[in-house]
Each structure stands twice: as C-alpha cells, then as structure tokens.
C-alpha cells in the first residue's frame, strides 16, 4: 500500500494532477471561510459557537457546503445550485424531446446539455442567495433546540438597504460560478470528477466537528461506541455500492467488409444501488414543505397557531418524530423506484443490443429482453430502495439516540457520497498507475 503510495507521488503526470487538485481543494475550503459582505462575522460565530443548527432544508444545504452557509460567506451556497441544476436537466429529457435528442447525440449534444446546466445553475443561485439572504435578515435562519434562537442571530447583517442586499447576491451568486468553475478545472486537469470532490470535500469538512459534539455531550464511551459503528457502517456500504447483478450478453458474429465482428460476451451491470444519493436528496426536500406551509401558517401577531399547525410541528418537523421517519423512509422508496425508472430505460437498451447483435442467453432479442431487463431491475431495486431507507435514516435514530445532530456524519447523504467519491477516485487513481506501472494502488 506504501509503496503504491510512493509511486504515485514519483510519477510526474499523477504527482502534478494530485497537487494541482489538492490546491483548487485548499482555494475552495478558504472561500468557505471568507464572510459576504455586510454580514456581521463576530454574531455569526457567536450564533455558530452556541450549538445553533440551520433550519430545514438548509440543513441540507450546510452539509453539501462545508459549514460554509452558516458562515453566510462567499461560497455559502456551496455546489447545491449546480447539483440542481443537473438533476433538473436529467429529468427534463423525460418530458422535452429536444433535450433526449441532444443526449443522443453524442458528445457535442451533452456539450449543450452541460452549457444549459451551467445557466441554469447561475439562476438557480440567484434565487437561492436571494431567499437565503432574505431568511438571514429575517432571524429565521438559525434556531435552537429546546429555546428559540440567540438575539445575536436576529441581526447577522450590518446593512439591509437594498444596494447592499443586491451586492451580496451578487457576490454569492459569483461565488457559485467560481466554484462550478474550480469543479470542472479538477475535471479536466486534475484528478476525479470535480464536482464530486468538492462536495466529497465539504461533506469530510464536517466530519471533525460533529465527533466533536459527540464527545463533549455523551462523553467518552458513546464516542467510541460512535466510531466503532461507524467503521461498520462504512465497511456494508462499501460492499453495497461494490454490489451488482451481472445481466449477461452474448455478440454474435457478422461480417463488415472483409472483416469479422462480434463474437464476444460480456455483461450489464445493474447496481443494487443505482440511484446514488438522489433519492435522499428528494425525499429531504419534499419534507421541508409541510414545515414551510406551517411556517407561513402561523400567526405573527402572538395568538395560538391552529391545530393543524401545531401537529405538523410535532409530528413533520422535528427528525426524531417516529412519523417523520415512517414518512421519510417511504419517501426515499418511492425515489428510488422512479429516480431509477427514468435513468435505466430497458427498451433502449433491448434496442441497441438488438442493433449490434446482442441478446441474452435464452431470452429473444426485442420486446422480451426489454421486459426481462425490467424484471430483474425491478427485483433488484428492492433491497437498493430499503437499503437506502435504512442508511437515510441513521442520522435520524443518531438523533434522538446520541444527541447528534442531522448531519451526523455515518449516515443519510453523508455516508454514501463520501464512500462512492472515494471509490470512484481510487479507481481513476488505480488506472492511470497501471498505464505506466505493471501494479496499480489496488492489488
């Protein structure tokens, strides 16, 4: 493993692209520190230093960011609005032709897609900042568990005018561009996918603070208890994501010219996993309306909320509410099972085998393999869409167990992006060492 190690930093190539990429990393965690302008940095901090969390769906928000939201700093928004914005372009070649024609088209077609994705993303954060800004002047943005929030977080600007309010959704908005540009400079000169990283980055960045909120509040023996658990953890969502169900495929041969093609057999991998963290990601936003129609329900001028308000408070809006994870682990099924529908399309994929000369052994080529596809999609799906349910909902029990917070960091989104960015980066890592050794960094 050393010795791996040790080739990876002789070999010139890979050394220059690691470095290179370990530097954008620096120059992204630093502007997660740097504070928007006309934010008061010392209430910030003092917000910060009191164990105050984000409410909401930018609880999510502050996980894929670093820590950067809470700081309001010039990368608070972090790499969300990108993200978005490319689940949004995936989903939109489900209902626009024009958009599954420049899929099709090869690369140059996914070149337009990936330029639609990059506007898309700048209006996406325009909005966001906006709202965020809007959130932070309001005092809303910070709350405490058991009281309500600190005074200090009731004023976290210097200056609401509307010029100032203006320059600092500019700057945010900047500040998202700038890293949607950081992401795809590792892409192309660095090690990994770019934006992988940065999120791989933000989520790591956690890591140290919420062990250290379990060791100052449970003390010693839950910590190692946590960490034990942990490792554990990893270890099956390592084997589950490694997990797939090998659909064999046999060419046959035909004739080009003078020359013999086909012949081969190979295989469809279908991951027992393959929805990744988008699941969770839905099913956490979806969650996050009941609270803001309760929000926006509730009477400003000090009289008792109505009924309805005061059951969604207790019972949609608090993670530890046994009805709140009943509701979030169905949430997360149900993704799965359509997230998975639109990405893996069987009868395009029974169409391009039957183009090249493919079929199955034993099932005929055309509709049949396009429903047996289904079949073994369907019954695969299964334990992928319960086993993410149970993953998302480890923060949840951590929760009302350990007194961690949402982010915990051995569950839910977490987890599973820390643990498929980094099998992903090992293996871009392992190939380019065998390109130029005989042994890579996995033996």
Aim: hydrophobic fraction near 50%; aromatic fraction near 12%; charge should be positive.
């Amino acid at each position: 493993m050393f010795s791996a190690i040790a080739r990876i930093f002789k070999t010139r190539d890979l050394r220059r692209k690691i470095l290179f990429t370990l530097a954008l990393v620096a120059v992204f965690r630093l502007g997660s520190f740097i504070p928007a302008p006309f934010v008061d940095y010392g209430n910030v901090q003092e917000c910060i230093a009191a164990n105050q969390t984000a409410t909401g769906l930018y609880q999510l928000v502050n996980l894929f960011s670093g820590g950067a939201l809470l700081q309001l700093s010039i990368f608070a928004l972090g790499i969300m609005p990108y993200i978005t914005a490319a689940i949004i372009t995936q989903l939109l070649r489900v209902v626009i032709p024009h958009f599954e024609a420049l899929y099709k088209e090869g690369q140059q077609g996914q070149a337009k897609l990936t330029q639609y994705t990059r506007y898309m993303t700048i209006a996406l954060a325009v909005l966001q900042s906006t709202t965020l800004i809007t959130v932070a002047r309001s005092g809303a943005l910070f709350s405490q568990t058991g009281g309500p929030a600190l005074p200090q977080c009731q004023n976290l600007l210097t200056n609401d005018s509307w010029w100032s309010i203006t320059l600092m959704i500019f700057t945010m908005t900047a500040g998202t561009g700038l890293i949607m540009w950081l992401g795809e400079l590792i892409t192309e000169r660095g090690v990994g996918n770019g934006m992988s990283l940065l999120i791989f980055t933000s989520i790591a960045a956690t890591f140290p603070g919420a062990l250290g909120m379990i060791f100052e509040t449970q003390g010693v023996n839950t910590f190692i208890m946590v960490l034990v658990v942990g490792v554990i953890i990893m270890g099956l969502v390592v084997f589950v994501e490694q997990s797939q169900r090998r659909v064999p495929v046999q060419y046959a041969k035909r004739m080009v010219g003078r020359r013999m093609y086909g012949g081969q057999s190979t295989y469809i991998p279908i991951k027992v996993n393959m929805a990744g963290v988008i699941p969770v990601i839905f099913a956490s936003s979806l969650l996050y309306l009941p609270m803001l129609i309760a929000q926006f329900s509730t009477p400003t001028d000090g009289t008792a909320p109505p009924e309805w308000v005061l059951w969604v408070q207790a019972n949609l809006v608090s993670g530890d509410a046994p009805l709140y994870m009943l509701v979030f682990f169905l949430l997360v099924v149900g993704f799965t099972y359509f997230y998975v529908a639109i990405t893996f399309n069987p009868e395009e994929v029974a169409d391009n085998m039957k183009k090249y000369g493919g079929f199955i052994p034993g099932i005929r080529a055309g509709r049949p393999t396009a429903e047996y596809l289904d079949y073994v999609l369907t019954r695969i799906t299964l334990p992928g869409s319960l086993y993410l349910g149970i993953v998302a909902l480890i923060p949840l029990i951590a929760l009302s167990t350990v007194g961690a917070n949402q982010n915990f960091p051995f569950g839910g989104a977490s987890i599973l992006i820390i643990v498929g960015v980094g099998l992903e980066t090992v293996r871009q890592i392992d190939a380019q060492l065998q390109q130029r050794h005989y042994e890579g960094l996995i033996r």
